[in-house]
């Protein structure tokens, strides 16, 4: 018996084999058939019932992360790439039809007014709202969107650039962005925006064929468009539109401001006339890129170090992740241009997924997707399927502070001087993303707000978010890149309506942070709290168990800045 993951949880008389093949439906519908046979009689039947559909779904989900982590890890692979699209075609279709069917016994059950508050709140609000949006016309659609995402992926990870006589990958292309000679910044900034363009009208023509696709699942869901349909759908009960647009402000009023300091300042000390768009990875005072690591082994030998030093257990849980098939991280020809963690629930082991070349922000992707994992791995013993993932509100609170809790750590791989200058790079970094998102959010909320809009007015709505939320970059020259630029950001095509999250999180990230500069202890207590719970509880509760605030206010927005700037001042240039 494996060491972790469902199947040790919660003995019944249901067992589904460890080894059943979730690619074929046949192998799934007894089991399937079953659980929407059982009469359920009383209380605790109900809860042995939602045990053994964890179980099930369980294995459903292992086998489509294996697939997708199959087709990703060489995108050239035609049979891999064949399989996962098969699954997604046959699979996930009668795999919501189940979903759906299960969630109604669930709701229709007259023992679940007695499953209490405390533990199955979450889950009878989640099965509430699959079940009034669910549509069975909407199945279709839900896998032709999949493929296009799948075309999407494709079509970036062929991507390759002819630079100085190699043939590279667009990763490695991009370290070139960090080097002090402005001219080969510039000409490998080019040689990128030169190949993204050859695509252009195959991503774009993707894209004319998703929005209307999105309106038409929430129409059918008897909603005005897809901003409510996903609204629903991902489970946002403790936020609005209307407070996503609030935050939006918030950014633009404290957030922009302090980041647009940091290119003025960068434009200062590099000595030129304006902060080009091959100028913004660059070191401010034209250092050399930090190195961090020159292997993979390197890499993960330091990082255990880290993990380690700051707690016990996270080191431990890290050692897990070497054992087995659970990291691909070097970047090669063929491979998905994304950085991911999804978990294994049947054995319990996440997998991750990047594209390392050796650089600081390699090791922060480590660093980043570690935390999710670790998160995955302190809930990984909840029988409740859905109790071992959080709202990704909060999922990315576990990556995003993991990346500023080693802060003190980090001279694992640097001398102290390059150490500030990571905490520096990184902090910044931060700020910016706050207003990178926040463009990304209001762009997507205005797409699917008007889903009968041309290709050209989408263009226009993206450059006037650029904007509003433009920390003083120059794209004179090339507006149109920049009216297209959107394209190479992954969430809108693959996870539409998904990216606020990560703003909402690093607002809790940072105040977790902030706490370890007074209590490390404090901070790294409430942080594996926290992440233990899981999805058990809504999200203000998830933030309370790490000592923190579901907040973001205009207030909470523009104290957070104030401390930042002031910690920046305190770490040397």
């Known amino acids: 018996m494996l060491p972790h993951g469902l199947y040790n949880i919660m003995k019944t008389k249901f067992e589904v084999p460890t080894n059943l093949d979730a690619s074929d439906w046949k192998c799934i519908e007894p089991y399937a058939a079953e659980l929407k046979e059982r009469e359920i009689r009383a209380l605790e039947q109900l809860e042995a019932w939602l045990f053994d559909r964890s179980k099930l779904i369980a294995t459903i989900i292992e086998c489509g992360s294996n697939l997708f982590n199959a087709s990703n890890r060489n995108t050239a692979d035609l049979e891999a790439k064949s399989n996962y699209e098969a699954f997604t075609e046959n699979i996930e279709p009668k795999w919501r039809e189940l979903e759906q069917a299960l969630d109604k016994m669930l709701v229709d059950s007259p023992f679940a007014a007695e499953l209490s508050d405390e533990r199955y709140l979450a889950l009878l609000r ?77 991503i774009e023509s993707l894209y004319n064929k998703m929005v209307p696709l999105r309106h038409n699942l929430a129409r ?87 993990f380690r030093d700051i707690d016990e257990e996270l080191g431990s849980l890290f050692l897990e992740l070497r054992d087995g098939d659970c990291l691909d991280l070097d970047s090669r020809k063929n491979k998905a241009l994304i950085g991911y963690q999804n978990m294994r629930p049947v054995i319990g082991k996440p997998f991750i997924f990047m594209n ?86 209001a762009f997507q ?92 509880r809504p999200l203000p509760e998830l933030f309370a168990a790490a000592g923190i605030e579901f907040d973001f206010s205009p207030g909470i927005v523009k104290k957070l800045v104030d401390r930042i700037k002031s910690e920046l001042d305190k770490m040397e240039g």
């Open 445 to 536: 909320h205005w797409v699917y707000s008007n889903p009968s809009a041309s290709a050209a007015e989408r263009e226009n709505a993206w450059v006037d978010q650029f904007n509003r939320f433009n920390t003083s970059i120059d794209f004179s020259g090339y507006e149109e890149y920049l009216r297209k630029s959107w394209f190479y950001t992954n969430h809108p095509f693959t996870t539409p309506m998904y990216m606020i999250e990560y703003a909402i999180a690093q607002l809790g990230a940072f105040q977790l942070w902030l706490i370890s500069l007074d209590d490390t202890e404090k901070a790294i207590s409430g942080y594996k709290r926290a992440l233990r719970l899981g999805g058990s």
């Open 220 to 306: 059918n869901a008897d909603l005005s468009n897809y901003v409510e349909f996903a609204f629903r759908e991902k489970k946002r009960f403790d936020y609005t539109p209307a407070d996503c647009q609030q935050l939006h402000e918030s950014v633009e009023k404290y957030v922009v401001p302090l980041a647009r300091e940091f290119t003025q300042k960068k434009k200062e000390l590099l000595e030129i006339d304006s902060v080009r768009p091959w100028d913004q990875a660059v070191d401010e005072l034209n250092r050399e890129p930090l190195k961090p690591f020159e292997s993979i082994d390197e890499l993960l030998d330091k990082a255990y170090h880290i």
């Open 126 to 202: 989640s099965a509430k709202s699959n079940t009034k949006i669910y549509r069975e016309e909407n199945l279709p659609l839900f896998v032709e969107d999949r493929k296009m995402q799948s075309e999407y992926f494709k079509t970036l990870g062929n991507m390759t650039v002819g630079f100085d006589g190699e043939e590279l990958p667009i990763p490695q292309l991009m370290k070139q962005l960090l080097e002090t000679d402005r001219s080969l910044r510039e000409r490998a900034w080019h040689a990128m925006r030169e190949r993204r363009l050859q695509d252009a009208q195959d």
């Open 356 to 441: 390392a070349v050796g650089r600081d922000h390699n090791l922060r992707t480590l660093i980043h997707e570690a935390g999710h994992a670790f998160h995955s791995m302190l809930c990984r013993e909840d029988p409740i399927i859905e109790y071992t993932h959080a709202p990704t509100e909060f999922c990315e609170v576990a990556s995003m502070s993991m990346e500023l809790l080693v802060y003190p750590h980090l001279n694992a791989f640097y001398n102290e001087a390059d150490a500030n200058r990571s905490r520096r790079t990184h902090l910044k970094g931060c700020v910016n993303a706050l207003t990178l998102i926040c463009w990304n959010d």
